[in-house]
């Protein structure tokens, strides 16, 4: 591929891949993709999370969901982590994974350990912005410097 014409010193460097610290942010759901698993035998739906706010702002978490699998028992975990996602942002009966995107909500993220891996993000809640663990509606209060989702 030609590099021709980009100039380094005129793109801020990436910075590092380490995990955010656990806690609470605002973020939403800019990018969805169906993925077969690695086994070929199910697909899972792979949720891209940009948080919205705060020190990390811009920066990505992940969320991959079994919602085609063999295991009914990992269906039915991503089933009820999909309703937790609807209900934070209030759509209940989305017709397609994008129906999800660009609505904040608030999400919990821990930090798992796993032997052989580096340390990762890992979502473990979704809630409605000021509101509870899957439910209410995805409502901001007002704030001095609106964001990009409130009008």
């Known amino acids: 591929m030609n590099l021709q014409g980009f100039n380094a010193q005129e793109v801020e460097p990436q910075s590092s891949f380490d995990p955010i610290p656990a806690g609470e942010y605002t973020a939403m759901i800019t990018d969805s993709e169906m993925k077969p698993t690695k086994n070929g035998a199910g697909e899972y739906l792979q949720l891209v999370f940009d948080i919205c706010d705060g020190e990390h702002e811009g920066r990505k978490v992940f969320a991959r969901l079994n919602l085609n699998n063999p ?81």
């Open 71 to 151: 295991n009914q028992t990992a269906v039915e975990i991503a089933q009820r982590e999909l309703s937790a996602i609807c209900h934070a942002v209030g759509v209940l009966t989305p017709n397609d994974s994008s129906d999800l995107h660009d609505k904040p909500m608030t999400i919990k993220v821990k930090i798992r350990q796993s032997p052989g891996y580096d340390p990762q993000n890992e979502i473990s809640a979704y809630k409605a912005l000021g509101g509870s663990p899957g439910g209410g509606s995805a409502t901001t209060k007002p704030k001095a410097s609106k964001k990009p989702w409130e009008k």
